[in-house]
Structure formats: structure tokens, C-alpha cells
């Protein structure tokens, strides 16, 4: 599985997802085949309602293909328990959602913090880790914040902040500047890349964001339940 | 019609189960109320119909055994429709467990059929012309009797009538309107069902044994709309006071006070039981209306963004809650009449009632709907608090719920636990979500702590009357108590009882009086008791004890004179067959007695009132280990017409908590379930509020045991503060309830027993196992469709 350069991370072979609608099958991915070596930035594009956030869910464990094999880090996720996706989810895997998703009645630096607890680690070092990834972030004075107050450009970057700070192998952003103007768009994006150069994470984004798609390693475009390079 | 009346029909047909959860409280609760009081007014009409049916005579008067013509004539008078002259016997049954059981046997014209106290045959059939020849004589026997003790037609008794044994076969079991309540012996104060047998033979018997006929109780009917009173009066001048021993309106009869007691105690409870179930329904209406805005928080936003104003959103959902109340009231109002019969079956079985008419009247589930509008609207009201001021953050930020910030005199005042608190990321979530939503922490902790106090309470109530009663008969020191046939001297009472198998005896005498107190005239027994007595123990709660056994004093019971309340020093006016006499009240005391007024008056007063110096009705006996020796002969002696065993106080106490429970069991159930539905659906709803937190954790990998940890603190932090108020609280709802039993019956002393908490430690398992429960839903739900649902 291997590639000659760097280690496959992510490996997706025909994978089929469809769900039932009433009566209705309705089928989202048909065959999709995806490939993805460690520290990659891959972005992926298509339409409303093409499946990408699925083909994501999939990849993150949140969801499982109809038929297919998916591998995350030398792992076949279709042949693990939900407890074990969970382990998966918890130590390997950052999230980051269009709509941010932070724990309310926490802080700032607390939501980063839980993204170490989920990671199981505790004592000392994980405030002063927190801190640290908001300063990477831009948001060092809104540490003791609580989130609601922020606004929405802070709140993703919180929200990333909180994915990166276990140090994840692989991240999966799901149209993380979706709900931003431009400007915190491109702040976000800035902010993402800047990370991914830092801790070398593999980056699977789903986006409409044409400024990622600038900076990633691969692009892809997802139609008809396929994935396609650009 | 507008887009927003038809979004009012279209959300109240969607709300399926929290609409029926709404309609299903209101419905309840107008059930309930309207039931309840209709079955306590079928049970009171069902008692004037039997009373009416079988006659229940007007009047009855006592007077000393007399033949036909000693008797004066009262048939003449204007106004007396039937006045039925009987004889009332004491003798006492054995049983077959040997024990005796006191009788009255009634002798009675039966085959006559005269319309007073008419008794009507429940098993076998009436006496006959034909049963005057038989060799055992045959008699009919009280259902009580029959149910109580295991006798029935076609059995023998041996009955022991002044020291004559006689054998008697029953022929038939008959309900009598004097007895509608189980027949009790009246020495007793607490009545105890079947404690007393009542046989009814045909008044020939007493000619066959007397040779003539002999009366003692004349029984009267009134005319249709006479007046009671002045018959009365009438009657009783035709008596010479010697003659007359006892006079008893119907209004005080045992019976008539212990079935009128019993529906006093159901209406004195109706409204602790109507609070309870209305906090239960204000509770489930507040937390379904509260989820129901909740639920359309950023509609509501989006309408006041739109430009419709607070008041046309309030009234969007009020006409929801509206269409709810109409369902639920017409739904209570039909289940009323349902209930009704539920209840008054129950009322009457704790009675022991023969018969029940039901008594429909709309009136009753009226006024509970009326209250149940009442309820409805402060929920809606303190559920929709927040419509008023409507936010348009949310609409802008897309969020569900903004909570306010959190106060810092809160994170002051729990400067140490805050810093224990600040350990865990997941304790301080909870905690703070907690003091953010203020007032559902308190609205939780609140109907958790009373839904535990109150069944504590009820169980404090049980304790209390236990101990009471127990403390009361424990004073005396008496160990049973003889009634004599006759009044007899003091030489023949020490010649009745050996030395041998008495420690000590004290003699008393009793006799029916009429006292006029505070202008109110009621009837009373005198008992008539040493000064110094130290068998009967008076124990006087305001003034003092008799200052000599010839003082002209008397001591009343304040629980029977409720209505005219007592003072220290007040002149009572008794009147017996001596005439009438001032009486200085020296003492009040407060005991025990269902029904039976008592006067006490020192032994030699007692004695002149009654024209009966030097003479004693009965005595209190304390009995030596050898008393068994000597028990068996007294039963047979013709001197001894009852004999009440204090041993058997254990089962009457046990008989009247038991009847006493059945009572309020109806209440108690529910409030006993109030404590696990509280718990559930208060602090179901809290932790329902960060379902949406609770799915993120999960998808960042948190398990099941990381959503357990935080629903545990916050159901432990509730459930213990709940537990702990409950304590305080069950006390202050014990001693109200003590209180209101105690205008009822007789004053209770509250005792509380660590068992009587029980409950609460028995509710402490239930905390964990709601954070289990909600852990398990939150854990099934579907990580990507309740994050996905956020869009729409």
C-alpha cells in the first residue's frame, strides 16, 4: 500500500454509500477510489448535495460505507467496532465543521483543551498547550472568551484550534469557511495552511473555497458519486 | 385565514406526544378534582338514602327496663309518626378461639315489621310466626358480626345473657341502619369494627324468659318536615329524669358521626391531594410548553426579524395551549364521571359502607377545569418569559441557544467548590449550565425535594397517629375494663375479683347527659372517676385536675368541642336525671375518641347526678400474672356485661392506621410516584437541553462513559441538594398534615422515625439510573442527522 515517496494515509477502494429516502434508494457514492500519502493538503470540490460531506463522515468514522473498503492510517474502518472508531476518532482524527460545533459554557482555551481530554491527556501541560494553539490561531487574548460571545470567524478558528491540538494524523474540514464573509475565508484558509506547513497533518477539505484550492497538494472533484482529479 | 393561524393548526396537529402529554395533565387533573369530590357527595347521599330506606329512626331514648305500662305514652304526640318500643340486652358470645365477644342482643316485634330500624335480610331470612315455637331460639345476627367473626346462617352461638347461658341458632345475616358502620364497642375509644355483636330476636324471647314484655329503648319516626327539635323537647318532658338514662338524636348517633367524621376526613384531605396533583400538573405543562417554545426559538426569531411583534408570537402559541385546554377540559370533565364511582367505591370500602348510589354533578369537574384554566395559564406564562424580549442573535448567528452570561457572584460564593470544580472540564460544563439556566435548576430541584417531602410527610402522618395512639393508651394503666349489667357497689366489685389475680381495681361509673356548652346543647357520656385516679390518667392539657371527688367539676375532651371552642373556668350546664347542674370546667384535655363525647366528672358528683350514690357501672382492673385463673369466670358471671382486654388495644390501633392508610393510600401512591417522574422528566429536559453538546463530544470521540460523567454530576449535584432540602421540608409538611388530621379526629403529637425516610433513600439509586437512561439515548442517537439537523 505504500507509495514509493511517503506512507498512504488515507486509502478508499470503491466505496459505495446509499441511503434509503422512504422507499427510495438513493445512491451518493458509486465506486469512489481515493488515495491520499501522510502531509498531503487535499482539497475536495463539488456540487450541493454531490456527497462530499458523506465521503467525509466516511473517512472520519462517523458514518460507514454501503460496500467498499475504507483504510485510515493501515486501518480498515468497515471491519471496526463503533468503539474502536471512536478510539480512531479520538486520537487520530481533528474535525472541523462548517458550523464550528463548540461546546457552549466553555471557554475559548476550555473547547481547545477538550480536544487534548478526548486524546486522553491531562495534567499540567494541557492549558499551556491550549494557549499556545490559540496564539498560533490569533486568539490568545479571547482565551477565557466563552464562545457564544465570539464571532464567527473566531469561533472556526477556535474550532480548529481545538482539531490541531492533539496533533492529529490526518484532519478532515468539512466547508470550514462555508458560513464566513471573504475576508474571514481567507483568514481561515491562511490560518489552515499555516498549520498544516507546522505539524505536517494530513488536510482533507471540503470546500467551495477556491483560495484552498490554490494552496492544496491535490485537488479532486466530486460528480455522480465519483471522485475525479483536477 | 393568515399564515401564521394556519402555522398554529399545522404545529398543534405535528405535536403528537407533546400535545397529548399537555391535553393528557389537564385532562387528569379535571378528572381527579371532579371525581374525587363527586364520590364524597355519593357517599354522602348514599348514606341519607340507606338511612332513609331502612328508616333510620329520628330519635332513640335509654331508659331503665320497664314493662308497657311504665313506660309513658309518646304515640300521641303531634308530629311522632311511629315510636317502636324494643329491648337492649349487654351479654357477650364465645368464640372459637374462646374468647368472648360483647353483644347487644335487641329484642324487637320483628315479625311485626314496624317501619323503624327496619332491617334488611342480606342472607338466610327474617324471623317468622313459625320461629317463636322452636326449640333453639332463632335469632338474626349483624353483618358484622357474620363477617367479622366467621358466622352464618344455619350457625349456633351460646350467649351468656346475666350469667344464663343460652344456645341460639342464626336463621339469618341482616343490615340494620343503626349499624351502618361496622358495630363497635363504645367502652373503646377508638372505634374497632366488629369489636361489638349485634343480635336481633323477636321480643316474645324476653316474655318467655320474663314472663312480660320489658323495655328499655324506644325508637322513633318523625313526620316528613316536622320539627325535630321541639319533638324532641316534647318527648323528653313526658320522661321523668330518673327514668331517662340516655337520648339520642340521630345527628348523634355513633354511626352518623363516624361515617360524617370519615367524609370530613376525605374533604380535609381533597385539597393536599388537589395542591399535589396541580404542582404535578403545572410541572409537566411548564416543561412541555417550555420545550415547545424552545424547540421554535429561531422561528419565533425570524418572525420578530420578519417584523411580527412579541404579542403576535405569544399569541401563536397561546392559541396552541388554548386547543390543548379545550381538548383536555372536555376529556376531564366525560373521565370525572368515571372516576367518580373509582373513588366513592374506595371511600366506601374504608368504611365499610353496605351500599353506594353515585352522585353525578357537573359542578365539581366545572370548577376543576376552572382551575386547571388557571394552571395552565401561569405555565404558559412562565414558560414563554422569554417571548417577550425576543433575540435576533440567533438568527444572525445561527446558534440555538445563547445562554446569559454567568453570574460572577455565583463563581464568588463557590470560591472553594469552584476550585474543586475547576479540575474537570466536564464538572464545570455541568455547572455551569446548571447556574446559566437558573431557573430550570430551580424549578428541578425544587419538585424533586417536595415530590420526596411530600411522601415523607404522609409516612410522618402514619407514625405521628401510631405513636399517639399508642402513648395514650399506654398512660392508663388499667389492663381491661369491666362494664357491670347494673350498677353495683364497691363490695361486690372485690367480691367479683380475687385478690389473687388483681393488683388493683378502680370502680367508675358512666350515664348519658346532656351538656349545654358555649349555648349549644349536645349529648355526652359522664364517667365518673376518682380524683387521684391512677388507672385512668387524665392527662389535662390547660387547667387542673379535679380538687376533690365531690367537687361540682367536670373535664372536657376540646377535640369533640371544636365547634364551640373551651375555656378554663367557663360554667358548663349538665343535665341528667337529677336535673340540670352548673359544672365548673377545671380541665381540658386532649385525647383520643373518634366519636364519643366524654364528660368527666369526680366519682361522688357523678354518682348524685346519675341517682346512683355509692354505685359503680365498671371498674379498671390491673391484673396480676395469675389473672388468667380468674378471667374465664367472669365472662360467665351475670354481673359482668362486657369485658374490654387492653391487649387487643395493639390489633384496634393496628385496625385503625390500617383503615386509616386505605384512606389516603389513593394519595399516596401518586405522590409516591410524583418522586421518579420529577426526577426524570425535570432533570430529563435539563439534560435534553445539551443533546446538541452531547452529540459533538461524541463525534470528537468522547464514549459513553465521558456523557455519563457529566449527566452524573449534574443529576448528583440536583438530586443530593433536592435530597437534603426534602429533609426540612418533609417536617414542615408532616406537622401541616398532622395538623389538618388533627381537626378531624383527635390532636396528633408529631413523631418522626428515621423509617419514615425510607423513601428518600429508597429514591437515591433512581439519580444514577436517569443519567444512565439519558447517556443511553444520547448514545444512540445518530451522530450525523442531529448535527445535520442544526441546518434545517
Not at chain 2, 733 to 741: C, I, M, R
Amino acid at each position: 500500500m505504500d507509495t514509493a515517496a511517503k506512507r498512504t494515509i488515507v486509502d478508499i477502494r470503491n466505496v459505495h454509500k446509499s441511503y434509503l429516502s422512504g422507499r427510495v434508494e438513493r445512491k451518493v457514492l458509486t465506486g469512489a477510489n481515493l488515495t491520499i500519502a501522510e502531509g498531503e493538503f487535499v482539497v475536495v470540490f463539488g456540487p450541493s448535495g454531490c456527497g462530499k460531506t458523506t465521503l467525509l463522515n466516511i473517512i472520519g468514522g462517523l458514518d460507514r460505507a454501503t460496500s467498499g473498503e475504507v483504510w485510515v492510517d493501515g486501518v480498515d474502518l468497515s471491519k471496526v467496532k463503533a468503539s474502536d472508531l471512536s478510539q480512531i476518532r479520538r486520537e487520530k482524527i481533528g474535525f472541523v465543521f462548517q458550523f464550528f460545533n463548540l461546546i457552549s459554557n466553555l471557554t475559548a482555551a476550555e473547547n481547545v483543551e477538550l480536544g487534548l481530554e478526548a486524546a486522553g491527556r491531562r495534567g499540567d501541560g494541557v492549558r499551556k498547550l491550549s494557549l499556545s494553539y490559540l496564539e498560533k490561531v490569533g486568539l490568545l487574548g479571547e482565551a477565557d472568551t466563552f464562545t457564544e460571545h465570539l464571532s464567527g470567524g473566531e469561533q472556526q478558528r477556535v474550532a480548529i484550534a481545538r482539531a490541531l491540538v492533539k496533533g492529529p494524523r490526518l484532519v478532515l474540514a468539512d466547508e470550514p469557511t462555508g458560513n464566513l464573509d471573504e475576508e474571514n475565508a481567507m483568514r481561515i484558509a491562511e490560518v489552515m495552511m499555516s498549520l498544516h506547513r507546522d505539524i505536517k497533518s494530513t488536510f482533507i477539505v471540503v470546500t467551495h473555497n477556491q483560495s484552498l484550492a490554490q494552496i492544496a497538494d491535490k485537488v479532486y472533484y466530486l460528480s455522480r458519486g465519483r471522485l475525479m482529479g483536477a | 385565514m393568515t399564515k401564521l393561524s394556519l402555522k398554529v393548526w399545522r404545529d398543534f396537529k405535528q405535536m403528537k406526544l407533546r400535545g397529548l402529554a399537555v391535553t393528557v395533565a389537564i385532562a387528569f387533573w379535571v378528572a381527579y378534582y371532579g371525581g374525587y369530590y363527586m364520590a364524597i357527595e355519593s357517599g354522602k347521599y348514599s348514606y341519607k338514602r340507606i338511612c332513609r330506606d331502612l328508616n333510620l329512626a329520628d330519635l332513640q331514648i335509654f331508659v331503665e327496663p320497664s314493662t308497657e305500662e311504665e313506660v309513658p305514652r309518646v304515640d300521641d304526640i303531634p308530629g311522632v309518626r311511629i315510636a317502636k318500643k324494643r329491648l337492649f340486652a349487654p351479654g357477650s358470645v364465645l368464640l372459637q378461639n374462646g374468647n368472648s365477644l360483647p353483644v347487644y342482643v335487641i329484642y324487637d316485634n320483628l315479625s311485626k315489621g314496624v317501619p323503624v330500624n327496619t332491617l334488611k335480610i342480606l342472607e338466610g331470612s327474617g324471623l317468622a310466626e313459625e320461629d317463636n315455637g322452636s326449640p333453639v331460639p332463632r335469632v338474626l345476627i349483624d353483618r358484622t358480626m357474620a363477617s367479622a367473626h366467621g358466622f352464618g346462617v344455619g350457625d349456633r352461638l351460646v350467649l351468656t345473657l346475666y350469667g344464663n347461658e343460652t344456645e341460639l341458632e342464626v336463621k339469618g345475616v341482616v343490615l340494620s341502619p343503626e349499624f351502618l358502620y361496622p358495630s363497635a364497642n363504645p367502652s373503646l375509644l377508638l372505634t374497632a369494627k366488629g369489636s361489638l355483636g349485634v343480635i336481633f330476636s323477636d321480643m316474645r324471647e324476653v316474655t318467655r324468659v320474663f314472663g312480660y314484655p320489658l323495655f328499655n329503648n324506644l325508637a322513633f319516626a318523625f313526620e316528613e318536615g316536622a320539627d325535630a327539635q321541639s319533638l324532641e323537647e316534647e318527648i323528653r318532658s313526658r320522661f321523668p329524669a330518673r327514668q331517662l338514662l340516655a337520648f339520642l338524636p340521630q345527628r348523634e348517633s355513633l354511626d352518623y358521626k363516624i361515617i360524617s367524621g370519615g367524609y370530613t376526613f376525605a374533604r380535609k384531605f381533597g385539597p393536599i391531594a388537589s395542591v399535589v396533583m396541580i404542582i404535578v400538573v403545572f410541572v409537566i405543562l411548564f416543561i412541555n410548553l417550555y420545550r415547545m417554545i424552545e424547540e421554535r426559538r429561531m422561528e419565533t426569531a425570524v418572525l420578530g426579524a420578519l417584523g411580527f411583534s412579541s404579542r403576535d408570537v405569544i399569541w401563536y402559541f397561546f392559541r396552541m395551549v388554548i386547543l390543548y385546554l379545550i381538548i383536555g377540559s372536555v376529556t376531564g370533565f366525560c373521565g370525572s364521571f368515571l372516576l367518580d364511582p373509582v373513588f366513592a367505591v374506595n371511600f366506601a370500602k374504608h368504611l365499610e359502607f353496605p351500599e353506594l348510589r353515585f352522585v353525578y354533578a357537573p359542578g365539581f369537574p366545572l370548577r376543576g377545569i376552572a382551575y386547571g384554566i388557571v394552571v395552565t395559564f401561569a405555565a404558559f406564562l412562565c414558560a414563554s418569559v422569554g417571548l417577550w424580549k425576543p433575540s435576533f442573535r440567533r438568527v444572525a448567528k445561527k446558534s440555538g441557544y445563547t445562554p446569559g452570561p454567568l453570574p460572577t457572584r455565583w463563581s464568588s460564593l463557590l470560591g472553594t467548590c469552584w476550585a474543586f470544580i475547576n479540575r474537570s472540564l466536564f464538572a464545570k460544563y455541568a455547572f455551569r449550565g446548571m447556574l446559566r439556566r437558573r431557573n430550570l435548576t430551580v424549578v428541578t430541584i425544587v419538585s424533586v425535594a417536595f415530590a420526596l417531602a411530600l411522601a415523607v410527610s404522609f409516612n410522618i402522618l402514619l407514625t405521628s397517629t401510631n405513636r399517639t395512639l399508642r402513648d395514650f393508651y399506654d398512660q392508663d394503666r388499667w389492663d381491661l375494663i369491666l362494664d357491670f349489667s347494673t350498677a353495683v357497689e364497691d363490695q361486690d366489685i372485690a367480691r367479683l375479683l380475687p385478690k389473687a389475680g388483681v393488683a388493683h381495681y378502680e370502680g367508675y361509673i358512666k350515664g348519658m347527659a346532656r351538656l349545654m356548652v358555649n349555648g349549644m346543647w349536645s349529648f355526652a357520656q359522664v364517667i365518673g372517676l376518682n380524683a387521684s385516679s391512677t388507672m385512668r390518667n387524665l392527662e389535662v392539657v390547660e387547667g387542673r385536675g379535679f380538687s376533690g371527688n365531690d367537687a361540682p367539676e367536670v373535664i372536657l375532651n376540646r377535640n369533640l368541642w371544636k365547634e364551640a371552642p373551651l375555656t378554663v373556668g367557663q360554667t358548663i350546664v349538665m343535665e341528667t336525671p337529677d336535673g340540670r347542674h352548673d359544672l365548673k370546667l377545671v380541665g381540658i384535655v386532649d385525647e383520643v375518641s373518634i366519636a364519643i363525647e366524654y364528660a368527666y366528672v369526680p366519682i361522688a358528683t357523678a354518682q348524685r347526678l346519675l341517682l346512683k350514690p355509692d354505685k359503680y357501672t365498671g371498674a379498671w382492673v390491673q391484673k396480676t400474672v395469675r389473672f388468667a385463673e380468674v378471667e374465664r369466670t367472669l365472662y360467665s358471671n351475670e354481673m359482668v356485661s362486657r369485658i374490654t382486654l387492653k391487649k387487643d388495644i395493639e390489633k384496634i390501633i393496628d385496625q385503625f392506621l390500617a383503615s386509616y392508610r386505605a384512606g389516603i393510600t389513593g394519595v399516596l401512591a401518586m405522590v409516591m410516584a410524583l418522586g421518579p417522574i420529577f426526577l426524570f422528566t425535570t432533570m430529563g429536559l435539563s439534560i435534553l437541553e445539551k443533546e446538541r453538546d452531547l452529540i459533538i463530544l461524541r463525534s470528537m470521540g468522547f464514549e459513553r462513559g465521558h456523557i455519563a460523567r457529566i449527566l452524573m454530576v449534574e443529576v448528583f449535584f440536583m438530586g443530593s441538594i433536592a435530597t437534603m432540602a426534602s429533609f426540612g421540608l418533609a417536617l414542615l409538611l408532616g406537622f401541616v398534615q398532622n395538623k389538618l388530621a388533627g381537626e378531624t379526629y383527635f390532636s396528633l403529637k408529631t413523631h418522626v422515625a428515621l423509617a419514615d425516610y425510607s423513601y428518600v433513600f429508597l429514591c437515591f439509586p433512581l439519580f444514577p439510573l436517569v443519567a444512565l437512561v439519558f447517556t443511553r439515548r444520547i448514545m444512540r442517537l445518530d451522530i450525523i442527522e442531529r448535527l445535520a439537523r442544526r441546518i434545517s
